[in-house]
């Protein structure tokens, strides 16, 4: 039988199917730890959000100014990252309540043609005056907050 010559490849191939198994394998441990990484950097972000500069001690923080909340007309506007409904209607004045539903949570918002605070999400209706219940599945009225108006600027501070 006739041995044929064979140049040693063996273990060149081997030596590169150890390179290959090592690359496939960090590419994966990789991808493995940028998939976990992106999916618990917003879950973390989420369940520990950075802190952000408050208005202070007092939590006092101006809204704006008389002209941004004319008569008969009322806005969502972010306090300390919460949001607040300022109203100002013919009955009650300039007020401050959440803006977050008693319900389930719902954003409200101003109802401009009938003059009431609503949630969207459920037609839950509150009085722009108290922040009471009118109608709807709400447990409880909108806390109110304290609004003051210093010359032209308003504030609302958190209760
Ligand atoms: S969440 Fe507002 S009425 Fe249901």
Known sequence: ???QYRPDTESGDRDTNVGRRTLITVLLGFSVVATVGGVLTPIIGYLWPPSRASAGGSGRVQVGTAA???AGQGKVVPVNDKPVIIVNSAQGGLKAFSAICTHLGCIVEWDQ???FILCPCHDGRFNAVNGGIISGPQPSPLPE???TVEGDAIYVSEA
């Open 113 to 115: 043609g009938r003059q």
């Open 145 to 147: 907050l304290a609004l």
């Open 68 to 70: 941004d909340f004319p």
């Open 1 to 3: 039988m006739e041995e």
